[in-house]
């Protein structure tokens, strides 16, 4: 016969009627050794301080960009505007998938260009994105680089826009975002504008694009190989599925974060 397991517990043979107790409150700063619930699972897991994330309604993030504004394009760093908050540069080469993440980040579908044609010329291209807190970050889109059907003397023009901007020592800016396809990793260019960086004194990330055409077993070879050979982070990113967004929003403002 099957015992009854319901809801109802039994009282002990002894026990004498007790008024109903209110229901527990739930422990704080102490671990449910015993039940191994999900509560307690949940923050032993839980870094410090992210709490405050768990009060937005539901869907909601701090890391959504609320408001996503075109400012201006600028053929020098000096026709940017002058100098607020914090920037962040995005580098990479022609179709590594710049303008569909740069819309990815922002939420946005249509805030950068996207093509399957590569390498219109063009300048410095300055996005104001405004998270839901209120932090406002900027992104600085570079021309993409390395289309080799290009003339060399316009070839030279973007590489002087782009280290020109690089190394202007503008105060706002942050770090950069170095593109590259997660399938092909960092080639010859990327390694000269990393060997750029470095000599300048901008930090700098990797973003590996397209990740979504790893397989999921391939994925981490291809970031582990990128980080031991230039010791950097690599955070990998779909701009198609959105996978990676927000690891790259977080490093981000990580980069702004004044040390
Ligand atoms: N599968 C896949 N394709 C992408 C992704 N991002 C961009 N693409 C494609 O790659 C091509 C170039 O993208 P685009 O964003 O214009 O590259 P950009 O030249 O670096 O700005 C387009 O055909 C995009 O649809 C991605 O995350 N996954
Ligand atoms: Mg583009």
């Avoid at 590489?159 to 202007?168: F, N, R, T, V």
């Amino acid at each position: 016969m099957r015992r009854n397991e319901g809801n109802r517990r039994p009282n002990p043979p002894s026990a004498k009627p007790r008024p109903v107790k209110p229901p527990a409150k739930p422990a704080v700063n102490k671990r449910d050794a015993a039940s191994g619930g999900k509560a307690s699972a949940g923050a032993s897991a839980s870094p410090v301080g992210v709490r405050p994330e768990k009060k937005l309604s539901e869907g909601a993030s701090p890391l959504d960009v609320i408001t996503a504004t075109f400012v201006t394009e600028a053929r020098t760093s000096e026709g940017l505007p002058p100098p607020s908050c914090a920037e962040i540069a995005f580098a990479g080469r022609s179709n590594v998938g710049k303008s569909t993440l740069l819309n990815a980040i922002a939420q946005r579908k249509g805030l950068a260009r996207t093509s399957a044609t590569p390498g219109c010329t063009r300048g410095l291209v300055l996005f104001e994105l405004v998270l839901r807190g209120g932090e406002a970050l900027r992104v600085v889109d570079l021309p993409g680089y390395g289309f080799a059907a290009r003339a060399r003397d316009e070839k030279r023009g973007w590489g002087e826009m782009i280290e020109g901007y690089l190394a202007s020592g503008r105060p706002t800016l942050a770090g950069v975002c170095v593109l590259v396809d997660a399938r092909r990793g960092p080639e010859e260019e990327e390694r000269q504008l990393v060997g750029f960086l470095s000599s300048v004194g901008v930090s700098f990330v990797f973003v590996a694009t397209k990740i979504d055409k790893l397989a999921k077993n391939e994925r981490f070879s291809a970031l582990e190989r990128i980080t031991r050979e230039f010791g950097a982070r690599v955070i990998g990113v779909s701009g198609d599925t959105g996978e990676g967004r927000d690891d790259l929003v977080r490093a981000m403002r990580r980069l702004s974060t004044p040390k």
